[in-house]
T-cell receptor, first 114, second 111 residues
Framework: DAGVIQSPRHEVTEMGQEVTLRCKPISGHNSLFWYRQTMMRGLELLIYFNNNVPIDDSGMPEDRFSAKMPNASFSTLKIQPSEPRDSAVYFC????????????FGPGTRLTVT | GQNIDQPTEMTATEGAIVQINCTYQTSGFNGLFWYQQHAGEAPTFLSYNVLDGLEEKGRFSSFLSRSKGYSYLLLKELQMKDSASYLCAVRFQRAGNMLTFGGGTRLMVKP
């Protein structure tokens, strides 16, 4: 099993630019989570999907952030426009509801906004 | 709120035993997870407790007391490679599949 796949692994962009992070969950998993991790705030849940439907997006910081899951094998997190305070590591995780609630994390995308 | 509290940092000696504590609000509790995260890497699953008692997996054990809202992760025969952050995460009944993570405990293992 390839595990959760995220791209890019590193992204450096200028303030005001659009950033798109991508995630492919583990095949067969039906829940997908986007997290943000910083030293100051730790690991924060941004949004989670169940069967491709957004269930809880209360963690999304503001309207500049949006997430989609067009099918069971792909999700995107978009930031437009990006700001320096968005610099963080963004993790995607997936799990199979009802079998185990253990979440499997992708390697993360380290985003730097200058 | 659903505060999850764990110490920020701990230091221990190679070969020793260390216990990392985690406390949480008991209302709606539906399972507790421990994750290990090495610097620059993703969190990886260590253990899951939903019933009271001790779960043992090799050098690592995790304990849960539901009535006290308390868990600990016990690491035995510490190795240098155990230096990492250890994250406690709780699943609450009204939160579906979501996990609420504590701030993590950074463990430094010294020779």
């Amino acid at each position: 099993d390839a595990g959760v796949i995220q791209s890019p692994r590193h992204e450096v962009t200028e303030m005001g630019q659009e950033v798109t992070l991508r995630c492919k969950p583990i095949s067969g998993h039906n829940s997908l989570f986007w997290y943000r991790q910083t030293m100051m705030r730790g690991l924060e849940l941004l949004i989670y999907f169940n069967n491709n439907v957004p269930i809880d997006d209360s963690g999304m910081p503001e309207d500049r952030f949006s997430a989609k899951m067009p099918n069971a094998s792909f999700s995107t997190l978009k930031i437009q426009p990006s700001e320096p305070r968005d610099s963080a590591v963004y993790f995607c995780a997936s799990t199979q509801t009802g079998i185990t609630y253990e979440q499997y994390f992708g390697p993360g995308t380290r985003l730097t906004v200058t | 709120g659903q505060n999850i509290d764990q110490p920020t940092e701990m230091t221990a000696t190679e070969g020793a035993i260390v216990q990392i504590n985690c406390t949480y609000q008991t209302s709606g509790f539906n399972g507790l997870f421990w994750y290990q995260q090495h610097a620059g890497e993703a969190p990886t699953f260590l253990s899951y407790n939903v019933l009271d008692g001790l779960e043992e997996k090799g050098r690592f054990s995790s304990f849960l007391s539901r009535s006290k809202g308390y868990s600990y992760l016990l690491l035995k025969e510490l190795q240098m490679k155990d230096s990492a952050s250890y994250l406690c995460a709780v699943r609450f009944q009204r939160a579906g599949n979501m996990l609420t993570f504590g701030g993590g405990t950074r463990l430094m293992v010294k020779p």
